[in-house]
């Protein structure tokens, strides 16, 4: 297809967490060095260096708040609350659950409750209840991890794999926090915890 890469929109993000971590030499591709970047924006979601969701969590509370403004300007209209309803889930709780599945299980505490304040700053403007975060989280943790089980070309296919009793999908071992608050661990968690129900 004769496609060629522009080195000018190439950024450099260095993942690395060895503790003594050297100093690696640029990275040229035709002669031109790429910039190195501690944050870098992939398909709407900013990634950084450390693999933290801090600067991503603030960019969509930000946006998500000047959104809120949009649904205050629409109850003082006197609009219905199935409008207002509808207006949030297309304006706002798509913008905060965008690839939630990413990097909801790996935020800390403290930004979920900043997430969440958006949440109830909606819900008391729309006078009737939402989804918590976490519940959206959950529900689109399974609907995900269903969709993968159900797909054998899918890469994550062998991951969930049952367990001999076929009651419980086997658990991944993980060594570090930021493996067990990724993806598949917390999907086969939640999973396990709803095949129970």
Not at 89 to 111: M, P, Q
Request: glycine content about 4%; aromatic content about 10%; some cysteine.
């Amino acid at each position: 297809n004769n496609l060629s890469l522009n080195t000018k929109k190439t950024k450099e993000l260095i993942v690395d967490f060895r503790r003594h971590s050297t100093d690696l030499a640029p990275l040229y591709i035709n002669g031109e060095c790429v910039e190195r970047v501690h944050t870098f924006r992939f398909l709407g979601v900013l990634i950084s260096a450390d693999i933290s969701w801090a600067e991503n969590i603030s960019a969509v509370i930000k946006k998500a708040q000047q959104r809120l403004h949009f649904l205050r300007v629409l109850r003082k209209y006197k609009l219905n609350s199935d409008l207002l309803l509808t207006f949030y889930r297309s304006s706002i709780e798509s913008l905060l659950t965008y690839c939630i599945t990413v990097w909801y299980g790996s935020c800390t505490k403290a930004d979920r409750v900043r997430l969440q304040s958006v949440v109830k700053t909606a819900q008391k403007i729309i006078g009737c209840p939402l989804p918590s975060m976490m519940d959206i989280y959950s529900s689109r943790c399974l609907s995900r991890a269903a969709n993968i089980i159900k797909d054998s070309s899918h890469p994550g296919f062998n991951m969930f794999r049952l367990l001999p009793s076929g009651k419980r999908y086997r658990c991944i071992n993980t060594k570090t926090h930021r493996l067990k608050n990724s993806f598949f661990p917390k999907a086969i968690t939640t999973l396990n915890s709803h095949m129970h129900r």
